[in-house]
């Protein structure tokens, strides 16, 4: 038997009941009421008393089980009965169940601790003899009894602040903590008005507050300002003689110390399992605040299928959680009466290893997830026209409305993750049998956006439908859709085409914008231009639209006694099939200068991507000057000198349109 085992111990109460000789279990660190060794008149004769005055307070800024442990006093046994589940806590030691559910969240906690007196057994209850009932010791339910009990009570203010984008969390949990550290100091006046600067009030306004605490209170904190005016009231919560204070801390001896025959502790955990169990469940706690934190994201709300695979991995992994936990539940109290060597909890956290739900699997898939996200994100970006629907109901609906529709499909949001399914079966077989050995998992290997090709692909998909989207975005026959669907034969995206509600195409290319613009033929009337087609789509064009319009008044050029120069650009526009959409743009225009007769036409001819423009009572002078770099086309024209067309201008423009 372990020499610790055999001597009286400290035990943190944590919220439960205890009275002084009460039994209690060490085994299962279980409270046993209504069995003692005296009766209730002798347990109230001969115990003595001592004034125990003690008050302080300190900040508590970390979140783990340990440091939250360490404030209510918890050693490692204690530890390691809460995190297998054997302790309902109560009180202020709820405190040790709340945990942050957002990493967004910075998060300062104020403890407040008092006691008030001591109270214990005298040798008029331990003597030889003096045990009023020893048939207990046979009864084989108890290891300890308690001799000895601290009065006080214990509080715990929990302050959250939600960190923006704009602000960086070591900032804010900064003067979170420096805030926090004045509410002792804050002096109070008049009808309880605090006495803080203008900049310190707007900024505690943003704090929230929860409490956690062993007073009675008539409405629980949820503010800075009412934590200030409670923290103020907690001495006086006890009553005038501290006869409110509860227990906080147990002294327990050993029953075998009053009869052999009585039941014993035989060992307690090592420290060493106890932090591996504790590494296990905090792993746990952190990968939910993960999971939270992007369930809440818009982009999770937008693409169901991510949001079905983080709600199942968040359940599988709570299952786990909760399976372990049973497991510590079964083992501890054998372990420690000595049915079982410790190395039964080692095996169990080795087998946890070695599974699917190890931590470098877990965290990796996370980490995969959090990446997905960001990149739906940035394409979701991209698309400045386009309205993103979450499932093929709502795209349906959305399609019924329009004559035309193009949607951009992430195609492989709701593929299969082996990984998933792994863990799936894992925990399927851990209720029929005990499997030692898993294989480990490339858990990236699976994921559609971390293939190169793909990623390219997708991204000169998504340029070109975000393009198209804006050159057409005036045209209210036409909706641009972005949607999750699965589609196995096209992997990360693919842009469909849809006509009066149903799919003519599932990988639809939209043509880019068209290539450089060389001058094939000039004469009197008319020019050729010869465009070089785009990189995308080339293969879904059948024609260019010309518009015109006024773009630019000229002066006289010093090189003509009569007629005016016309400064224009000439831009180009591509036609898809006349069965998929109707143009965006008109295909030919008149421009008039008012109180002038001014008479253009402009005809275009496609064959081979070579335009001709026939330009009716307008003669040609000069060179075009080409810029293919902006797919523009600079010209002068120069009118015809017998016309009175002076400051007229020609603006032809031709441009990626759809039929």
């Given at each position: 038997m372990d020499a610790e085992a055999s001597r009286t111990m400290e035990v943190a109460t944590l919220g439960r009941p205890f009275s002084l000789g009460m039994l209690y279990d060490c085994r299962q660190d279980l409270v046993i009421p209504g069995m003692t060794l005296w009766d209730c008149n002798d347990l109230e004769k001969d115990r003595r008393e001592q004034e125990q005055p003690n008050t302080e307070s300190e900040i508590v800024a970390s979140e783990s089980i340990e440091d939250k442990s360490s404030a209510l006093n918890a050693e490692a046994s204690l530890k390691a009965s809460f995190l297998g589940g054997l302790v309902e806590v109560g009180g202020s030691a709820k405190y040790l169940n709340d945990h942050k559910t957002s990493k967004y969240q910075a998060r300062v906690t104020l403890n407040y601790k008092t006691t008030t007196r001591f109270q214990e057994l005298s040798m008029n209850h331990l003597g030889r003899g003096n045990v009023k009932h020893p048939y207990v010791f046979e009864q084989g339910i108890a290891t300890h009894v308690v001799t000895g009990i601290l009065y006080g009570a214990q509080a715990f203010f929990v302050f959250d602040r939600e960190v923006s984008k704009e602000e960086t969390h070591q900032d804010i949990q900064g003067s979170l903590k420096v805030m926090i550290k004045k509410i002792p100091l804050l002096s109070i006046e008049g009808e309880g008005s605090l006495k803080m600067e203008d900049k310190d009030k707007k900024s505690v306004e943003k704090f929230s507050c929860r409490f956690y605490g062993d007073f009675c209170l008539q409405k629980p904190p949820t503010t800075f300002q009412e934590a200030v005016e409670v923290y103020k009231s907690l001495p006086t919560l006890l009553g005038t003689n501290g006869e409110k204070?509860?227990?906080?801390?147990?002294?327990?001896?050993?029953?075998?110390?009053?009869?052999?025959?009585?039941?014993?502790?035989?060992?307690?955990?090592?420290?060493?399992?106890?932090?591996?169990?504790?590494?296990?469940?905090?792993?746990?706690?952190?990968?939910?605040?993960?999971?939270?934190?992007?369930?809440?994201?818009?982009?999770?709300?937008?693409?169901?299928?991510?949001?079905?695979?983080?709600?199942?991995?968040?359940?599988?992994?709570?299952?786990?959680?909760?399976g372990f936990q049973r497991m510590l539940a079964k083992r501890l109290p054998s372990i420690r009466g000595g049915g079982e060597e410790e190395a039964e909890l080692a095996e169990i956290l080795k087998k946890r290893h070695s599974s699917p739900f190890n931590s470098k699997n877990l965290t990796e898939w996370m980490d995969c997830k959090e990446r997905e996200i960001s990149i739906l994100k940035s394409f979701t970006n991209m698309m400045k026209n386009t309205k993103t629907v979450p499932s093929q109901n709502n795209l349906h609906e959305e399609l019924l409305s329009a004559e035309h529709g193009l949607c951009f499909v992430f195609t492989s949001l709701g593929k299969d993750e082996p990984y998933l399914s792994a863990l799936s079966d894992y925990l399927k077989e851990t209720t029929k049998t005990d499997v030692h050995v898993y294989h480990t998992y490339?858990?990236?290997?699976?994921?559609?956006?971390?293939?190169?090709?793909?990623?390219?692909?997708?991204?000169?998909?998504?340029?070109?439908?975000?393009?198209?989207?804006?050159?057409?975005?005036?045209?209210?026959?036409?909706?641009?859709?972005?949607?999750?669907?699965?589609?196995?034969?096209?992997?990360?995206?693919?842009?469909?085409?849809?006509?009066?509600?149903?799919?003519?195409?599932?990988?639809?290319?939209?043509?880019?914008?068209?290539?450089?613009?060389?001058?094939?033929?000039?004469?009197?009337?008319?020019?050729?231009?010869?465009?070089?087609?785009?990189?995308?789509?080339?293969?879904?064009?059948?024609?260019?639209?010309?518009?015109?319009?006024?773009?630019?008044?000229?002066?006289?050029?010093?090189?003509?006694?009569?007629?005016?120069?016309?400064?224009?650009?000439?831009?180009?526009?591509?036609?898809?099939?006349?069965?998929?959409?109707?143009?965006?743009?008109?295909?030919?225009?008149?421009?008039?200068?008012?109180?002038?007769?001014?008479?253009?036409?402009?005809?275009?001819?496609?064959?081979?991507?070579?335009?001709?423009?026939?330009?009716?009572?307008?003669?040609?002078?000069?060179?075009?000057?080409?810029?293919?770099?902006?797919?523009?086309?600079?010209?002068?024209?120069?009118?015809?000198?017998?016309?009175?067309?002076?400051?007229?201008?020609?603006?032809?423009?031709?441009?990626?349109?759809?039929?």
């Open positions: 204070a509860v227990p906080m801390k147990v002294w327990l001896l050993p029953l075998t110390s009053l009869d052999s025959c009585a039941a014993k502790l035989v060992r307690q955990i090592s420290i060493r399992l106890v932090q591996e169990s504790q590494s296990v469940l905090e792993d746990f706690i952190e990968l939910e605040t993960r999971c939270n934190d992007a369930l809440r994201t818009s982009t999770v709300q937008q693409f169901p299928q991510i949001s079905k695979k983080l709600k199942s991995f968040k359940e599988m992994c709570s299952e786990f959680k909760l490339n858990v990236e290997k699976e994921q559609w956006y971390l293939s190169k090709e793909v990623a390219d692909d997708m991204r000169k998909e998504a340029k070109l439908f975000s393009d198209f989207a804006e050159a057409n975005k005036e045209n209210k026959k036409i909706k641009f859709l972005t949607v999750g669907l699965t589609n196995e034969t096209q992997e990360g995206s693919s842009i469909y085409l849809y006509e009066g509600g149903f799919a003519v195409s599932e990988n639809f290319e939209p043509p880019s914008k068209p290539e450089t613009v060389t001058v094939a033929d000039i004469n009197h009337n008319n020019v050729t231009l010869k465009i070089s087609p785009p990189r995308f789509g080339a293969e879904n064009i059948t024609s260019y639209s010309v518009d015109s319009s006024c773009l630019l008044q000229c002066c006289k050029p010093p090189c003509l006694n009569t007629g005016t120069a016309a400064l224009g650009r000439i831009h180009y526009r591509c036609c898809v099939p006349s069965h998929s959409f109707p143009p965006s743009l008109p295909c030919v225009g008149v421009t008039y200068r008012p109180s002038m007769f001014f008479r253009v036409c402009f005809c275009s001819h496609v064959k081979d991507h070579v335009v001709v423009l026939t330009i009716v009572d307008l003669v040609l002078f000069g060179q075009l000057d080409l810029s293919p770099c902006t797919s523009t086309i600079l010209c002068c024209l120069f009118l015809h000198p017998l016309t009175d067309l002076v400051g007229s201008c020609l603006f032809v423009l031709m441009s990626s349109s759809v039929k």
